[in-house]
């Protein structure tokens, strides 16, 4: 992992987990502004559309899980001495855990529009 092309793969596949999340998230959006407003129409229809969004978002969960960066591939960088390198871990690092908390998020939305329940606040400052 500890390479500058190993790096780039974890930045590719974050960016791309990114657009999708960004994706979801704007398909989840009017479902949720419907249940804010007390208007879902057909139950079923909205809980199935919740069903489906969820299905893709746990594919979307699978990919993160695969990324594979880690805190011990930057400690070696730094033991190494390769300072761009540590940094550049410790930046995709972050990205990750900010990606796996933005799936988390959507994820704890879509399962309280499928129950029924009202959906958690929204976060502020969510990246």
Known sequence: MATFFAADAVEQTLRALAADLTALEAEVAPLRAAAEAGDVGDAKEFRNRCTILSERL????IRIDSVEVSREAAAAALRAGDRALTKRLAVLLTRRKRTVRRANCLGDTLDALAQGRPPP?????AA
């Open 58 to 61: 746990t594919q979307c969960i």
């Open 121 to 125: 606040p929204r976060a502020s400052g």
